[in-house]
């Protein structure tokens, strides 16, 4: 299947700190997804993105779809400790493969000292 | 409430058994998908159907089946043939075709000792 590198790979901040995090493909997304994952728990869906350049914003977190559709970052801005997780880039490439399921990152595992 | 049920939420089994997880959900989603998830790294997808009665591979199908008999049901049996089955296993729907956005389950950790 599609591959997704999604850097960095894990994170350690001081609370109040801003956050980014970003995901590329060789090839081209139509539809960039940003998950959030707790321990133990199912993926909770943060920011949906559908167009090109589109930049998207959900409380204190921002995010971008790149504009060669091949890329898309995720911000957080001043981190508290319950943003601790791992957060997950997902996408549906735009090449139809007749594959009709999300491709996601490895993750990026945050941890915030309060 | 609305959503995608899970059961159980952890699981263990013999080695050399099947094992059947449970994924339910009332959302009236056409698409459901099952993706396997070992430590410390992403979401891989099993099997996926996007309508009742049909189903497709994933990128990991070998040593697991599936069955979409209903809408709201999408049963995974890990069989004796997987080789390594112990993982934290994720269901999920959609609306349907055009419709991207997946909402999870609370998974099923599976210990196969």
């Known amino acids: 299947g599609q591959q997704l590198n999604q850097s960095p790979q894990s994170m350690f901040i001081q609370e109040g700190e801003d956050v980014s995090m970003n995901c590329t493909s060789s090839?081209?997304?139509?539809?960039w997804l940003w998950y959030k994952q707790d321990p133990g728990e199912g993926p909770v869906l943060l920011i949906a993105?559908?167009?090109?350049?589109e930049l998207t914003s959900n409380g204190r977190l921002t995010a971008q779809f790149g504009i060669t559709r091949k890329d898309s970052f995720l911000n957080i801005s001043a981190s508290i400790p319950s943003d601790v997780g791992i957060y997950f880039c997902?996408?549906?490439?735009?090449?139809?493969?007749?594959?009709?399921?999300?491709?996601f990152g490895s993750g990026t595992r945050l941890q915030v000292q309060p | 409430d609305g959503g995608i049920t899970q059961s159980p939420k952890y699981l263990f089994r013999k080695e050399g058994q099947n094992v059947t997880l449970s994924c339910e959900q009332n959302?009236?989603?056409?698409?459901m998908y099952w993706y396997r998830q070992d430590p410390g790294q992403g979401l891989r997808l099993i099997y996926y159907?996007?309508?009742?009665?049909?189903?497709q591979k994933g990128d990991i199908a070998e040593g697991y089946s599936v069955s979409r008999e209903k809408k709201e049901s999408f049963p995974l049996t890990v069989t004796s043939a997987q080789k390594n089955p112990t993982a934290f296993y994720l269901c999920?729907?959609?609306?349907?075709?055009?419709?991207?956005?997946?909402?999870f389950g609370q998974g099923t950790r599976l210990t196969v000792v």
């Open positions: 999920a729907s959609s609306p349907g075709p055009g419709a991207t956005e997946a909402f």
């Open positions: 090839s081209i997304f139509n539809t």
């Open positions: 993105l559908y167009k090109a350049g």
């Open positions: 997902a996408g549906q490439p735009l090449v139809n493969t007749g594959r009709r399921a999300l491709t």
């Open positions: 959302l009236n989603h056409d698409a």
């Open positions: 159907s996007q309508i009742v009665n049909d189903f």
